[in-house]
């Protein structure tokens, strides 16, 4: 267990996202892609990625992304790199339960059908993770599509898919604050958009497409006659995806000296504030709570993002909004779509809470009582629901 701990001590090594999209688009299908791919490593195996084998297909299969969070684990230069992949619903509803998971991420991938665009959902999700300054990435799904129904030639795909990159650019530009505006500016150039099929499971960016020699050309022949696996062979559509995230979006203590200002409003030079500037592993615990379900064994489970200090087992936190004191049991991290019992989690991460049987999303939980909470009282108190 001391490997997975010194992981999650690695803050440049940790990132926090999500995927977001107009439905139908492809999030659960890239989603689950990622979660086959990367989410049965384990992190205990820092070093020696090696595939957890207590899971047989049947059960790889039916995994599917209903957990508030699943953790991927994935190395990149002899580095391993944790993500947490934070699930946002898709679509909007008067709770504010969008803008709370966007709250625990920093970065999203924005999937886009190629043969649709950019759609009223993708401008609405685009525009919720630029007011929480969380950066996005793009991702144009079903490539396949362009080929098989609209049957473009490699040049006009190209054309087609620099007019999607121009219209997602001016939604940031529409809605990035001035300082964002051309820095978040999504391009082909520096790897901040990738192309692909999620059902296929290949993707490339200019740097995938250099490294492997895959051009339009190919993806073209591929599509009119040529075997798929040859494209999924040579560009993996999780590794194009991961390295993006590693590359784009920000580790979380990065983060959060751009992010804590605007999506806390209490005094910045206080100890709680200065301390969630810096992502302090020793400063107080301040842990928003995203997600709260119950679990038939193990009760209440209050997952969210740990913006201060550390989570102890044993350690009693006050829930603000809640206004009681209670202990926590059990400090849990995910590994895939499962939670494993870690004992101690530091800032930067998504811990997973048990014993805390009066926390609800919208919560938050500091080690001290002087605290602004992240929603204020007047949140809408959710019923809990039961995970089978
Ligand atoms: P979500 O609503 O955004 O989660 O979308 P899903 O992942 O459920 O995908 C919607 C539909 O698009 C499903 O029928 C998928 O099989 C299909 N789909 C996903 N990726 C691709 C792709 O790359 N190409 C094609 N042709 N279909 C895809």
Redesign the pocket.
């Known amino acids: 267990m001391a490997e997975a701990v010194k992981v999650v001590n690695q803050r440049d090594q940790i990132r926090n996202f999500g995927v977001i ?10 989603s689950d892609n990622l979660l086959l791919a990367a989410g049965m490593v384990s992190p205990n195996l820092a070093g020696q990625a090696l595939v957890l084998d207590y899971m047989d297909l049947e059960q790889k299969r039916s995994m599917t992304i209903k957990a508030a969070n699943v953790t991927l684990y994935y190395e990149y230069n002899d580095k391993p790199y944790v993500f947490n992949m934070i699930d946002t619903p ?1 679509h909007i509803d008067f709770t504010g339960k969008v803008t709370r998971s966007l709250r625990a991420l920093d970065g999203a991938v924005v ?1 886009v059908d190629s043969v649709e665009g950019i759609m009223v959902q993708t401008e609405t999700v685009t525009r919720q993770a630029l007011e929480e300054r969380v950066r996005p990435v793009l991702f144009i ?5 362009l080929v ?1 129904e609209l049957r473009l030639t490699p040049d006009k795909m190209q054309k087609w898919l620099g007019n999607i990159i121009a219209d997602f650019n001016r939604l940031i530009d529409t809605y990035a604050e001035p300082e964002y505006k051309e820095k978040w500016k999504v391009s082909v150039q520096n790897d901040s958009v990738a192309f ?5 499971r290949w993707g490339f960016n200019l740097s995938v497409a250099k490294d492997t020699g895959i051009s339009f050309k190919d993806v073209y022949d591929i599509y009119t006659g040529g075997d798929v696996e040859e494209l999924r062979k040579k560009a993996p559509l999780h590794e194009t995806v991961l390295k993006m995230i590693i590359q784009h979006a920000p580790p979380p203590h990065v983060a959060q000296r751009y992010r804590i200002p605007k999506v806390w409003h209490g005094d910045l030079n206080s100890e709680v504030g200065k301390a969630m500037l810096e992502c302090d592993p020793d400063g107080p615990v301040i842990m928003m709570v995203t997600n709260a379900v119950v679990d038939p064994q193990a009760g209440i489970v209050a997952t969210g993002r740990l913006f201060s200090g550390t989570v102890h087992e044993g350690d009693t936190v006050w829930l603000v909004n809640t206004r009681v004191s209670q202990r926590i049991q059990s400090v849990q991290m995910f590994m895939g779509p499962y939670r494993e019992v870690v004992g101690m989690l530091p800032a930067g991460n998504i811990p997973a809470l048990l014993g805390l049987d009066k926390a609800r999303a919208g919560e938050t939980l500091s080690s001290t009582r002087d605290m602004i909470p992240f929603e204020s009282l007047k949140y809408v108190a959710e019923p809990v629901v039961t995970i089978s």
């Open positions: 999209a107009h439905v139908d688009h492809g999030k659960t299908t890239l898709g999937v799904n079903k490539i396949d599509r098989k692909g099929s999620a059902k296929d």
